[in-house]
């Protein structure tokens, strides 16, 4: 992938996609192959230089208790600092435009345990933002969010996108994909079954050779496509 490129990683659940992103990030074993970051192999990278350019926004939520949503967020700062660890004006000063966002600036001086998983998410797409990375890996990013939130979380990585940022996503909403992605990989027991432009990619057959379910195709006025899984069921049965 390149700068300015939004992939989405598409497949059934257990096949793979999380376990492709961790792998990126070496921690679990990469079997075979190699795995270039920015240019250079996985092995050949500091841990401090590649978390200053590189962010990870993970799939579960790490404990956080004793800390608010600032603190929090200001824990992406952590590559950027100094020896010991302070953060400037300037560090909070990014956090609080990160919150603001997303739309949680009401969540900087809340405690972590008094959060929602939803409220909980957005902060840590905020905690990847405020690492100001060249590259965001972001596992599942819309679990546990609203419509509402999920718009706004994927509106604002495809604008750091359009603004030169690399990005891939694992996601399980195809139409979020269609929506937002540049690009889609989909994977299915493991293996790539097809990967390029949305565009060419997230077709009917592709879909349906990929969740195994006979899919449905609609265009909108905009021209925008909306997949969905056929319905098998017709209607109630009455006695």
Request: aromatic share 6%; with cysteine; charged share 25%.
């Amino acid at each position: 992938m390149r700068a300015g490129e939004l992939w989405g990683v598409l497949g059934p659940n257990g096949t793979g996609k999380s376990t492709l992103l961790r792998a990126v990030l070496g921690s679990v074993p990469w079997r075979r192959g190699q795995v270039l970051l920015l240019g250079r192999e996985r092995d050949a990278w500091e841990a401090r230089a590649l978390a200053q350019r590189v962010a990870w926004v993970p799939q579960g939520f790490e404990p956080a208790e004793g800390f608010n949503g600032l603190e929090l967020v200001l824990m992406g700062r952590s590559p950027h600092l100094g020896a010991w660890g302070l953060t400037s004006a300037g560090d909070e000063a990014l956090a609080r435009s990160a919150l603001d966002e997303l739309g949680v600036a009401y969540l900087a001086d809340r405690p972590c345990g008094a959060m929602s998983g939803g409220e909980r998410r957005m902060l840590l797409m905020a905690r990847g933002l405020v690492q100001q990375p060249e590259l965001l890996l972001l596992d599942e990013p819309t679990a546990f969010l609203d419509v509402a939130h999920q718009v706004i979380a994927l509106e604002r990585v495809r604008a750091r996108v359009d603004a030169g940022l690399g990005a891939v996503a694992v996601l399980h909403d195809v139409n979020l994909a269609a929506a937002y992605a540049t690009h889609v990989l989909l994977l299915r027991d493991g293996r790539p079954l097809a990967s390029g432009p949305v565009e060419d990619v997230l077709r009917r057959e592709r879909l349906e050779a990929l969740y195994g379910v006979p899919m449905e195709v609609a265009e909108t006025s905009s021209g925008a496509r909306l997949f969905a899984p056929r319905a098998r069921w017709t209607g109630v049965t009455r006695s």
